[in-house]
């Protein structure tokens, strides 16, 4: 005889249950294994009478900021520009290793930096970039990055908003939407796609202004993710230095 039949055992009700019988996965499986998952079985009673239902937890939640859509913008929009800049500059290495060509545009003509406006750089940004030996130097610590041109743009931006005359400033925006905006171009700059429709629509008639957005958007770039590290590099320090010497000497 049976034993099930022996032993009155009686199947649960199973007509409304889901029940999967393919593999399991490979991770879920792990999962189970390591005790990271937790099952647990209720019954549900009414008038009509009792249903077996089961409800498996998992332990794990996914990150509560990826499904934020009230903060996604201020707490990650800053993290992929930074990160399509490292690209950016992985790629310019690439082609700079093949090619063995680097030009160097000229610097801006400047004199010598004194030691208090050396110390000055550290204390803001903005103090950094008001001076023309600032530039100089945080320009060439950008080489080393291979982020040089996100200087060369701000210059060239700079430059066109004293023009006055129309055709130059045709001249110049398209110079400089070739060199910097374009994608096809080794020297773009990382840009978001709002900006990017903006200048689009007014590079048909540009202004002197035609690149402010674009020049707020990479001075903020380098303000907080190449100056912190300019401030502790060997070239920053040396200046430190050396300044403190002459200072010491006279």
Not at 88 to 106: A, F, H, L, V, Y
Not at 190 to 195: E, I, K, N, Q, Y
Request: some cysteine; charged content about 30%.
């Amino acid at each position: 005889m049976c034993l099930r039949k022996r032993s009155g055992y009686r199947p649960p009700d199973l007509i409304n249950a889901k029940i999967y019988t393919g593999p399991i996965p490979a991770e879920r499986g792990g999962e189970l294994a390591m005790g990271g998952g937790r099952s647990e079985t209720s019954a549900l009673s009414g008038t009509g009478g009792g249903r077996g239902m089961t409800t498996t937890h998992n332990s794990q939640r996914p990150n509560a900021c990826c499904f934020c859509w009230c903060c996604c913008c201020s707490c990650s929009c800053l993290t992929v520009r930074n990160e399509e800049e490292r690209r950016r500059r992985r790629r310019r290495r690439r082609i700079s290793q093949d090619t063995k060509m680097e030009t160097i545009p000229n610097c801006e003509a400047c004199t010598k930096p004194s030691a208090e406006e050396i110390r000055l750089w550290s204390q803001s940004f903005d103090k950094l970039m008001r001076n023309p030996a600032g530039r100089n130097v945080f320009r060439e610590f950008l080489r080393t990055e291979y982020s040089e041109e996100n200087m060369l743009f701000w210059l060239a931006c700079e430059d066109l908003k004293q023009e006055t005359n129309k055709s130059a400033v045709e001249e110049k925006a398209r110079s400089i939407y070739e060199d910097y905006i374009s994608i096809l171009s080794p020297k773009e700059v990382s840009l978001d796609a709002r900006v990017r429709e903006v200048i689009n629509r007014k590079i048909q008639d540009p202004t002197p202004h035609v690149f402010e957005d674009a020049q707020l958007q990479i001075y903020t770039l380098m303000h907080r993710d190449s100056y912190p590290r300019f401030l502790s590099s060997s070239i920053y320090k040396s200046l430190i230095h050396g300044g403190s010497r002459t200072s010491s000497e006279s």
